[in-house]
Structures are given as C-alpha cells and as structure tokens.
C-alpha cells in the first residue's frame, strides 16, 4: 500500500522541498530509503510511514498550529468585555 496506493502523498509531502524546508531530515536518506524499499531490497515500510506521520503531524499541529487560534480567541474575547465593561 505504501509502495503504490501511497505514492503520490510521499511525492508531495515528502518532496526534496519540503524535507529541506522542514529541516527535520535528511532527503538524501529518505530517498535512498524509498529507492530501496520500492525496488523490494529491503522492507522500510515502517520508516516511510513514520516519516509520512510525522510530517502530516506537523502540518496539523505546527504550521497551523491550532493552539495559537484558540487562545486568540480568548484573548479578544477577554479583550472585548473588558472594553464593554469599562464604556
């Protein structure tokens, strides 16, 4: 599955770009991981994935980073009553 139904996830989320510009490992490894697991020299279905989940987890939870959201909401909440209550 990861080797044929996944193929096109790794190519985006895994590119020579984004591995780069997240900094978190190094492309050449990773295509030398996927070269040889693609050709069936070696079964690194487990690296691919973790590397898979841990980039999709960083685009869920630091690029877009959910946490500063809801404590902005806070924020102008507490911001808004404390305006309505000083007028």
Known sequence: WLRHDLEAMWNDLLSEHAVRQRGWFEYAALRNA???SQ???TD???LQWA???VE???RAFIDRNPGA???EDAT???S???SATAS
Do not use: H
Request: aromatic content about 8%; overall charge positive.
């Open 34 to 36: 996927r070269e040889r």
């Open 69 to 71: 959201s809801a404590s």
């Open 80 to 82: 808004s009553k404390i």
């Open 39 to 41: 050709a069936g020299r």
């Open 76 to 78: 102008c909440s507490k």
């Open 44 to 46: 690194l279905y487990m």
């Open 56 to 58: 999709l987890w960083a």
């Open 51 to 53: 590397a898979l989940t």
